[in-house]
């Protein structure tokens, strides 16, 4: 049986990635930072399939002593300060987390698998955000870099150090420029699932208005189920390299939000609210993927389309809300996440 270790299992890319493993009969490690982790008792009924182990991005003796319980074939390391609006205001976290995380990870494998014909493979979790202030669009492996956030330039690093590391040692580690990908796990403090969460909400009465920052901005929308297997492919490779998952389709906040208030029959303009603190103090404001390489090389293209994507994320939402009024258990994400927003919403722009 092979054996994957993944970083953010707590988060929503690595809990699609940890089922979509389990599928193909993989043995599934996940590493939870923290002494006393609030997401792990729902993570365990939700996934009991994965074998928890205790780790830090911030900190290279657990990451090695991690590795040497798990002794996996595949690294997946996607554990990250993944949220730019907070990278701002914790920069110097961020470029720990996000940045020297990978490098402490690279050093890990290296570590546990040995200096040279390391039989570990790793994928590391890289970002459309690094190319930030586009040069060309679409965007694609070859597009120059310009961050525009300390998360991007974080990220910038962490893919740099892949590249250096698999053209130094020989290591099998590869990089994924993944675009923006949503879903029902995705958390609360993202644009997307803000607007999904707030018009289940409103529909059902709960809550009056949702403040939005830039409307204008626009992403690439893709399903997190979908992108996870990219991650997979890649590592399957006879050769390591770079790819770029993404849609090629690119819409704005402002689209996302109509199409989410439409599905409920409702007029997004009656709700949204804009408030310019909400605002990031610098913005990518245009990003689209060419995924043709993943295409070409992988056989991966995404399946589930923008439209379908929102439907997914605000039926969820719906439902989840819906069983909170009936006095069902509370979902475990909503009632953490809810508890984050609200403090980050009051402290940040998000
Ligand atoms: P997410 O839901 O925000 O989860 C982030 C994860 O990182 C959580 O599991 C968190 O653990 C973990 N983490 C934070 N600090 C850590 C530390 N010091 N040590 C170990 N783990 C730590 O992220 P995601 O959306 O799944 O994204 C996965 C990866 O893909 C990230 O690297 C992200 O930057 C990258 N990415 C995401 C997108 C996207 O659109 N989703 C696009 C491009 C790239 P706790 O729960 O314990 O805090």
């Not at 074998?51 to 390391?77: F, H, I, K, R, T």
């Not at 979790?125 to 690094?130: H, I, K, L, T, V």
């Not at 901005?217 to 993404?246: E, N």
Request: charged share 20%.
């Amino acid at each position: 049986m092979p054996t994957a270790f993944v970083t953010d299992i707590t988060g929503q890319d690595g809990q699609h990635l940890a089922e979509f493993l389990h599928s193909q009969g993989y043995h599934v490690f996940g590493m939870v930072k923290g002494q006393n982790n609030p997401r792990v008792e729902a993570l365990q009924a939700e996934l009991p399939f994965v074998e928890l182990v205790p780790g830090d991005l911030a900190d290279l003796p657990s990451l090695v002593a991690a590795l040497q319980m798990a002794q996996p074939d595949e690294v997946y390391n996607l554990g990250a300060i993944s949220f730019v609006a907070l990278s701002f205001s914790q920069a110097e976290l961020t470029a720990n987390i996000t940045g020297l995380g990978v490098l402490r990870m690279l050093e890990a494998v290296r570590m546990v698998g040995g200096a040279t014909n390391n039989p570990i493979r790793f994928y590391q979790a890289s970002s459309s955000e690094m190319c930030g202030q586009v040069r060309e669009t679409p965007q694609t492996e070859l597009t120059p870099f310009h961050p525009r956030s300390p998360y991007g330039c974080a990220k910038v690093f962490g893919h740099d150090i892949v590249v250096n590391y698999r053209e130094s040692y020989g290591m099998h580690a590869s990089s994924g420029i993944l675009f923006n990908h949503e879903g029902p796990r995705r958390g609360i403090e993202f644009v997307t699932r803000k607007v999904t969460n707030a018009v289940a909400r409103i529909k059902l009465g709960l809550q009056d208005e949702v403040v939005l920052g830039n409307l204008d901005s626009k992403r690439d929308w893709g399903f997190a189920g979908d992108y996870v297997k990219g991650m997979w492919l890649m590592l399957q490779q006879d050769q390591p390299d770079d790819y770029v998952i993404a849609t090629h389709e690119s819409h704005s906040v402002r689209e996302f939000a109509e199409e989410a208030f439409r599905l409920v029959n409702l007029r997004w303009q009656d709700f949204v609210t804009v408030d310019k603190r909400f605002s990031r103090p610098l913005d990518v404001n245009y990003l689209q993927g060419n995924y043709t390489k993943a295409y070409q090389h992988l056989g991966w293209k995404p399946e589930i389309t923008f439209n379908r994507l929102v439907e997914i994320m605000v039926t969820e939402d719906l439902n989840r809300w819906k069983r909170w009024q009936r006095g069902e258990h509370f979902p475990w994400d909503a009632s953490h996440h809810l508890n984050e927003a609200r403090i980050l919403t009051r402290s940040l722009k998000v």
